[in-house]
């Protein structure tokens, strides 16, 4: 577990590193990439050990009997999460996003509304769009510098014609964790506008000192007829590569729905992210994420404390995920001018604000998942990049 090793990444078909240059006005060889969220630290060796031993098999024929990855993601959920999952209940998908896609195609039909509090992780409404459907964005309110949802406003937002919600838990970009109140309020809005509750809680497991997940169906015991979980350990193992996602349904009549989407839509997973899940989600593999956390906790403040020294600048305090949320809008600068200058500037390619629905206008996600010294050396940058504001 030495995450300050630094690993080159260039030219291994890294999205984040070798295709920073194309969607970034950054330099491919200097350029630091701090978008997309994969981290730049190996997997455990639990892991390792088990993609090498399939890799080393040499046969790379159909996966049949999953008994032992569903016994796994059971005894993850439960150690982790205090969840009993039903391994029966669980639905495999080629990660995340494809699984919001297919809960549209089950769900939802062309032209209904899909409501997201934005800003929100953007592959939600590209999907949404994609599928035919509508986002019906309900912006979060900021409330002692964090997020929370204004119900209020989201009841009038609805039109009758919204028929989902796609929930975001820890939420990616705020990287708020919900409390069970707030969770109760999500789903007892849902059922107010009849809508199905897709949770996605991708991010579960990346918790900052002191946080405590709670997942959706513990908290909303009572809705569990139109809740839809989602989760992966590809964020938290950083195997997002090996795409391999779960939909975890409570419900006969959801399962029985989705089961015939998967049929119809030829959906079985890679072995490899099968191979690569079961490790994971072992003894070994939760020490290695207790390790991680207490990393990316030391990155947080490494960052927060340089940025926030910037004025004009200020990260939103993390509670959970790698991923920080930086607010240009104390400057006084244009989007265009703020932005320029992390990248031509500082030579740091973060996520546009913009690209994350309404409310993400004025602001910058960087990733932190990387060696230490990486973070710091972007702090330096972007203190020089400002410098003139100090
Ligand atoms: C909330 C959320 N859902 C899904 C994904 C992507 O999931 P996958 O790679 O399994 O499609 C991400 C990636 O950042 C995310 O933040």
Known sequence: MNF?????????????????????????????PMWVADMDFAAPDCVQDALRRAVDHGIYGYFGDDAAYRAAICWWMAERHGWQVDPGHIFTTHGLVNAVGLCLQTWTAPGDGVVLFTPVYHAFARTIEGAGRVVVECPLVERAGRYEMD?????????????????????????????????????????????????????????????????????????????????????????????????????????????????????????????????????????????????????????????????????????????????????????????????QGAGIAANHGTTFGQGGESWLRFNLGAPRPVISEAVDRLQRAFGDLQ
Not at 320 to 330: E, K, M, N, Q, R
């Open 4 to 32: 300050d090793r630094t690993i080159e990444r260039r030219g291994s078909h890294s999205m984040k590193w070798d295709m920073m240059a194309e969607r970034y006005a950054v330099s491919a060889e200097t350029g630091l």
């Open 151 to 343: 119900f209020d406003a989201a009841d009038a937002a609805m039109t009758g014609r919204e028929t989902m919600l796609i929930l975001c838990s820890p939420h990616n970009p705020g990287g708020r964790v919900w409390s069970r109140a707030e969770l109760q309020a999500v789903a007892a809005f849902c059922e107010r506008h009849d809508l199905l509750l897709v949770s996605d809680e991708i991010h579960h497991d990346l918790l900052m000192p002191g946080q405590r997940h709670v997942p959706t169906p513990l908290a909303t015991p009572g809705s569990l007829d139109r809740l839809v979980m989602l989760t992966s350990a590809s964020k938290t193992f950083n195997i997002a590569g090996t795409h391999c996602g779960n939909v975890i349904l409570s419900d006969p009549r959801l399962r029985a729905a989705f089961a015939k989407t998967l049929v119809g839509t030829g959906i079985s997973p890679n072995s490899f992210g099968l191979h690569a899940v079961t490790a994971a989600y072992s003894p070994e593999g939760a020490a290695w994420v207790d390790a991680l956390c207490a990393y990316i906790d030391g990155n947080r403040q490494l960052f927060d404390d340089g940025i926030n020294k910037i004025p004009g600048l200020r990260s939103m305090a993390l509670e959970s995920t790698y991923l920080a949320w930086v607010d240009f809008s104390g400057t006084g600068m244009a989007r265009e001018e703020f932005t320029a200058r992390v990248e």
